[in-house]
């Protein structure tokens, strides 16, 4: 039975279409949405609609569930629609009617928000942690190979001399923008929802300062209809950040990918991530690197669709809003294990010192020949036409 039925039963098809995907995102967020309910039942207590002996059987009860759930004892079933019905499915098997006051002075509207919004929080601490662990790796693989030179490109043709610590710490400082980004649109959303109800406030004096306390989000989001309106908003702002890292991280891969090309041989993935042929014997690809590249693209399809979903709807909650989970849920996770998989090839990346420095060929010293001719006096064009006659294709000198 769902928490809204009180008539006859829906139509299978319908009802499977419905509720869609909801029972496998719902899953993940049952932690965060006992987390809230927790709160919201303590605050009904201070607020006398519970007594302090229901609450108490509440809160064990939730905690118990948390439990289940963490030793993956829990899980929705299909036919409880959503996480919201299951747990409040699980606590009136338990308690009764006293599990049936749970849901008093809040909405589904509400309650998706705040268990979305905590998973946000949580998620975006993850992923700021794991962004300045890959970052501070990379200064310290800059500092290990500090003084290895690299030849920097432009068109895919060596330009001009560049260094290995130059190049990982490009990266580095590009993820240190990339958690700034991350901070400021955890301090966006760091919004309490809760006790807003379906969109238009509750008429029951809800003390939402303590449940926004209890939860730990630094302010209460007041207005209730932009407590609707903020859902795919918030949540593209997120991903629009995951899409950062993930560009950063896009462009990264493909510099690993040319250095360690065979024929160049600048940098050498540890023969642990590499994968092989199943028809060409000799083959090891960086597969792993070509995936991370790709997660750039497939996050940028995500943020689409949450920058779409909410788009054209007049305010207030629609159904329309479910299918934001699933983009956001996807592309958060994306953002992670691309995370982690990028720490990984870190680990293993050494560098080809003698490939290097033989790769550190004369033309790459052009630009400086041409301003030793400007320090010694000669205007730049000049100085720039006379170098660029060693390199024309028929001078013998072009190529020492
Ligand atoms: N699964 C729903 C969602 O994600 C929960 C809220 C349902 N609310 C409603 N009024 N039908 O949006």
Not at 3 to 25: C, H, K, Y
Not at 81 to 91: K, M, Q
Not at 346 to 359: I, T
């Amino acid at each position: 039975m769902k928490l809204w039925q009180t008539a006859d039963s829906m139509d299978a098809r319908i009802e499977a279409f419905t509720i869609g995907n909801d029972p496998v995102l719902d899953q993940e967020l049952i932690p965060f949405d006992c987390q809230a309910t927790i709160a919201h039942v303590t605050m009904l207590e201070g607020i006398g609609i519970l007594d302090a002996g229901e609450t108490k059987k509440l809160i064990a009860s939730l905690n118990d569930l948390i439990n289940l759930h963490s030793s993956g004892q829990f899980h929705i079933q299909p036919d409880q629609e959503d996480g919201h019905s299951a747990i409040e499915e699980f606590l009136t098997g338990r308690l009764g009617d006293t599990g049936k006051k749970v849901h008093t002075g809040r909405s589904r509207n509400d309650q998706v928000l705040t268990a979305v919004r905590l998973f946000e929080k949580s998620t975006l601490e993850q992923l700021m942690a794991l962004a300045d662990g890959l970052a501070e790796s990379l200064s310290l693989f800059g500092s290990a190979n500090a003084g290895i030179p690299l030849p920097g490109y432009t068109h895919t043709r060596k330009a001009m001399p560049f260094s290995v610590r130059d190049w990982a710490m490009a990266f580095h400082d590009a993820l240190k923008d990339d958690v700034k980004l991350l901070k400021g649109t955890y301090e966006l959303i760091d919004q309490n929802p809760l006790g807003t109800g379906a969109g238009y406030g509750v008429p029951l004096p809800l003390n939402r300062q303590v449940t926004t306390d209890l939860m730990g989000f630094s302010r209460i989001l007041e207005n209730p209809m932009y407590a609707q309106n903020s859902r795919g908003k918030f949540e593209s702002r997120i991903l629009n950040d995951c899409l950062m890292i993930l560009y950063d991280l896009n462009k990264w891969a493909s510099d690993l990918i040319f250095y360690t090309i065979p024929d160049l041989g600048y940098f050498n993935l540890d023969p642990s991530m590499v994968t092989g042929s199943s028809i060409m014997p000799h083959k090891k690809n960086p597969d792993v690197l070509e995936l991370i590249r790709a997660s750039y693209h497939l996050v940028a399809g995500y943020e689409y669709q949450l920058k779409m979903i909410p788009a054209n709807l007049i305010s207030g909650y629609h159904r329309d809003l479910q299918y934001s989970k699933e983009p956001l849920m996807r592309g958060l996770k994306t953002c992670r294990d691309v995370l982690e998989a990028s720490q990984v090839v870190l680990n293993g990346l050494s560098v080809n010192q003698d490939n290097l420095n033989k790769a550190m060929t004369p033309e790459l010293l052009s630009v400086q020949k041409v301003m030793e001719l400007v320090n010694s006096g000669m205007p730049f064009r000049d100085a720039y036409r006379q170098i660029s006659q060693i390199y024309k294709p028929d001078n013998p000198e072009a190529d020492s």
